[in-house]
């Protein structure tokens, strides 16, 4: 049975790859503490040495986590609006 691929977010991978650069961090010990395969830390180090930033992120995630926490935000404040004017409206009819 073939493994399920894994995707690490940007900071993951530049957080290891950090880790990885510290003075007496072997990076296979490294490698083996946060879960991943040398091989692949050794590509990141690789990539990062070579690109600069190798792990940009396409932002996309960040957008619809802002929209979905926006319509949530819009969907609290009308719940505590009508709790607001049902209190009211219940409040003028008991006196």
Known sequence: MAKKRRKFSAEFKREAVQLSEAEGASVSQVAREIGIDPNLLFRWRRESREKGDPFPGSGTARDQEMLALKRELA??????????????FFASEST
Do not use: G, I, P, S
């Open 75 to 88: 969907r609290v404040k009308r719940e505590r609006d009508f709790l607001r004017d049902a209190a009211a």
